[in-house]
């Protein structure tokens, strides 16, 4: 499980360091793509590897499946973190998101996600309000 949030920084090569925490989950390959909302998504080997046998299962024939599978799979980058834990960011990835030296790192529960420091911030403040009220669709009756 993914979470907390982080604010390493971008070198001059697109690298990112992953937060410490989050490394050893990591460690044998991960897979960084676009995510919703113009962030960057990374999810584990094992998690994206599921998510792709639950894809396989929908219908090719389905308009929606084919677009989402060519979003999520054109950009998609394998990585294996190097010794000192970071991974590189491929420059069509960080012109999606606009990312530049300064970046937000967040856990997502199973994946982590890669945001611009200003998407983020304006991201939090418009849904600060929709939290509070999404606990009731979320989780009924708790």
């Known amino acids: 499980m993914f979470f907390g949030t982080y604010t390493p920084k971008l070198d001059d090569k697109g690298r990112l360091f992953l937060p410490a925490k989050f490394r050893d989950q990591l460690a044998e390959g991960l897979v960084v793509t676009r995510g919703q909302e113009r962030c960057l998504t990374v999810w584990s080997m094992q998690d994206f590897a599921g998510m792709t046998d639950r ?69 939090s403040e418009e849904q600060e309000q929709k939290f509070s009220e999404l606990s009731d669709e979320v989780f009924p009756g708790i």
């Open 55 to 123: 894809l396989r299962e929908a219908p090719v024939t389905n308009k929606g499946t084919r677009d989402y599978v060519r979003m999520l799979f054109a950009a998609a980058s394998q990585e294996i973190p190097d010794k000192q834990g970071r991974i590189s960011i491929p420059s069509v990835l960080r012109e999606y998101a606009s990312l530049g030296k300064e970046v937000m790192v967040i856990g997502a529960m199973n994946r982590i996600e890669i945001w611009d420091p200003t998407a983020w911030a304006a991201y």
